[in-house]
């Protein structure tokens, strides 16, 4: 069935670096992709979020690509801080307006 | 502002054993959804809601029920536990026309409710 998933389940880097973390969808009638950050014990947190209109948004150290024709999704972290270690999810919404979610990457950052 | 408050935090049943989490939201947004969250899979919907007295079914709502009787609540329901609904509970909570802090589309989440069924 159609589902949000993600490259890679796991990715460290050194501080300082910067990140950039992979999901694929397939569901193209998603009008509307989030980037959410997890850390332990606590509920997902909103990074980023962008629109199918457009192929780029950046925010504060964090930007987010959308290709639309191969259906990928990404997360690029600049300069990445050992804060910045945590899970990160892509979700979707569907024209259903259900949200649906990745599995998820977790970041390592070392020090 | 609380935002989204689950209860209870933590619960231990046995196998058969009904519960019910609650989720209870300030925001006065309009959606609510229930999620799972297994190791290595991520966060599942479960059920949601589009409105008072409305519910819907997610990818994986067998085992559970819902009910949103007052706008600001979303309860998940375990009629016979079984052991492989231990998980993580999610609730959330977003406001479709935008007009909270966050954007139309962003769900704001509770802290989680963890369940062991044994």
């Known amino acids: 069935g159609e589902s949000v998933g993600l490259h890679l389940p796991t990715l460290s880097v050194q501080e300082g670096d910067n990140s950039i973390i992979n999901c694929a969808y397939s569901?193209?009638?998603?009008?509307?992709f989030i980037w959410y950050k997890q850390e332990s014990g606590k509920g997902p947190q909103f990074i980023i979020d962008?629109?199918?209109?457009?192929d780029k948004r950046q925010g504060q150290r964090v930007t987010v690509l959308l290709n639309k024709t191969v259906k990928h999704l990404s997360l690029q972290i600049a300069a990445t801080q050992p804060g910045d270690s945590a899970v990160y999810f892509c979700?979707?919404?569907?024209?259903?307006?259900?949200?649906?979610f990745g599995a998820g990457t977790r970041l390592t950052v070392k020090p | 502002n609380a935002g989204v408050t689950q209860t209870p935090k933590f619960r231990v049943l046995k196998t058969g054993q009904s519960m019910t989490l609650l989720c209870a939201q300030d925001?006065?947004?309009?959606?609510m959804y229930w999620y799972r969250q297994d190791p290595g899979m991520g966060l599942r919907l479960i059920h949601y809601?589009?409105?008072?007295?409305?519910?819907a079914k997610g990818e994986v709502p067998d085992g559970y029920n819902v009910s949103r009787l007052k706008k600001q609540n979303f309860l998940l329901g375990l009629e016979s536990a079984a052991p492989s609904q231990t998980s993580v509970y999610f609730c959330?909570?977003?406001?479709?026309?935008?007009?909270?802090?966050?954007?139309?589309?962003?769900?704001?989440f509770g802290a989680g409710s963890r369940l062991t069924v044994l």
């Open positions: 925001m006065n947004h309009e959606y």
């Open positions: 962008i629109r199918s209109n457009m």
């Open positions: 959330a909570s977003r406001d479709p026309l935008g007009r909270s802090s966050s954007g139309a589309n962003v769900l704001t």
């Open positions: 569901n193209s009638a998603s009008d509307y």
């Open positions: 809601s589009v409105g008072e007295g409305t519910t």
């Open positions: 979700a979707e919404k569907r024209n259903n307006n259900d949200m649906r």
